[in-house]
């Protein structure tokens, strides 16, 4: 199950179809957890880990994946090869996936985008990994084909789907 | 290498890489009696999913165990990913023998040519289903390494090393066969060209020398030992063209000569080879 928690507040109807879209992405139960606020002392940009991991947590079940949305911007990481843009951060193999809708003015206008975000992270949870393939969901989010909105639809490759439906439905 | 290596002694709590499965830790070492056999065995906890695997210390370095890597290796195995050595061998044989061999025996770095030898490879055509399978576990045991090596998120340690392989704000090339086809070595030096490797400044030689240095080119063939490409190039040059033809010339010779005496032996030796040959131009 994929619980969805906003940290900012967000159009519940936009919400609900992003619910929908994950839904249909992973094959797992999607629904809308409720809004929360960013913990006391942090301020945008944020930093994406911090804020994953010290943000209020649902009521979960083991095998729940949690998804946080904030609409305030993410501090880039400055790693050993260069600054890395952020527009998210996951728990490889854990619970919390995070991402950011700075950026996006109307939340239903960009669904498609924020939900390729949200795959995104969310696999990263059942821990797949950046993919080669420009259509797959797990391809660098850094990269221009990633944003290249209305002409490709959110989904996985071929075998990255293979994994997720192994990884998700066990 | 394993002869040569100082022995790797091992404590508990230390962590390792166990080849092909990833980053362990050490949770026991202790003497066990098997089959009347007195034993020591090193206990090792894959910190991924907690599989336990059970290593008699003698064998620790032949299995291919080592330290984790430090954050200078992580830093070279970044300039290596940055390099332009972006060459990838389209015998898929070879390619799998020496992957196979960099999973088990390359270290991180072995790793990380896995990983960028089969991005570049698909930047020609998609991989194969077993070239695919063998590039996530390449890459799920590279950024497991990279980031107990950094102490750093998996996130982070995976994105440091894509930043490299996907720029920022860049689509991946797409590439051609021939760009494959030529053997790095011969393409470098073509591009240097033969002005700037100075063949013909350095080398002076005299006329007499020159019109007998086609026979005794021959010579070392003959004997089976390859000659140096270098030096009948460089010879030749200032010999006029009468001297290039003969390295090519030379070259059948072993062949012809080889040939009837592996015919008698084995009469179905030969076609099988020549059935081989077009096999593996056709999966290039």
């Not at chain 1, 999607?30 to 301020?43: E, F, H, L, Q, R």
């Not at chain 1, 998804?67 to 880039?76: I, V």
């Not at chain 2, 019109?211 to 460089?234: F, N, T, W």
């Amino acid at each position: 199950m994929i619980r969805v928690v906003t940290l900012d507040p967000h159009e519940p109807a936009a919400v609900q179809k992003l619910c929908r879209l994950l839904y249909q992405a992973f094959g797992v139960g999607c629904d809308m957890a409720g809004d929360m606020s960013v913990p006391a002392g942090m301020t945008a940009p944020f930093d994406a880990e911090a804020l994953a991991m010290a943000a209020p947590i649902p009521k979960l079940y083991a095998d729940d994946r949690v998804l946080y949305l904030t609409s305030r911007p993410l501090k880039d990481r400055a790693l050993i090869s260069g600054t890395a843009p952020t527009h998210g951060f996951a728990q490889y193999g854990g619970q919390r996936a995070l991402i950011t809708t700075a950026g996006v003015k109307d939340l239903e206008a960009s669904l498609k985008l924020v939900g390729r975000h949200a795959m995104h992270q969310l696999g990263h949870c059942w821990d797949l990994h950046h993919c080669l393939d420009p259509r797959c969901a797990m391809y660098p989010p850094w990269t221009p084909s990633f944003g290249a909105n209305d002409a490709i639809f959110d989904t996985f490759c071929r075998e990255k789907s293979e994994q997720k439906i192994r990884l998700a439905k066990s | 290498m394993s002869d040569l290596a100082p022995p790797l002694k091992l404590a508990v709590g230390d962590r390792v890489v166990y080849p092909n499965q990833g980053v362990c830790r050490v949770t026991s070492v202790e003497a066990k009696e098997v089959a009347g056999q007195r034993l020591v065995f090193v206990t090792l906890r894959r910190e991924e999913d907690g599989a336990v695997v059970m290593v008699p210390e003698a064998k620790v370095q032949a299995i291919g165990v080592r330290k984790v890597a430090g954050p200078e290796e992580a830093a070279q195995v970044v300039a290596f990913l940055r390099s332009d050595s972006d060459h990838a061998t389209l015998d898929w044989k070879a390619r799998s023998r020496s992957n196979v061999e960099r999973m088990s025996q390359g270290g991180v770095l072995g790793l990380a040519e896995v990983v960028k030898e089969l991005a570049v490879l698909s930047e020609l055509r998609p991989l194969p289903t077993k070239e695919r399978e063998l590039y996530d576990s390449a890459r799920h045991l590279l950024v497991t390494e990279l980031a107990a090596a950094l102490n750093a998120p998996p996130c982070d340690a995976e994105d440091t090393f894509d930043l490299v392989l996907f720029p920022p704000g860049r689509e991946r090339p797409k590439r051609t066969v021939e760009e494959f086809a030529r053997p790095r070595d011969e393409s470098d030096l073509d591009a240097i060209g033969d002005d700037l490797l100075d063949l013909d400044a350095d080398i002076e030689i005299a006329p007499e020398e020159a019109a007998g240095d086609a026979e005794p080119a021959a010579a070392p063939e003959e004997d089976g030992a390859p000659a140096p490409a270098a030096k009948p190039k460089a010879k030749a040059k200032p010999a006029a063209a009468k001297a290039k033809p003969a390295p090519k010339k030379s070259k059948p010779k072993p062949a012809q000569k080889a040939k009837p005496a592996a015919k008698p032996a084995k009469g179905k030796a030969a076609p099988k080879a020549k059935k081989q040959s077009p096999k593996g131009g056709k999966k290039r």
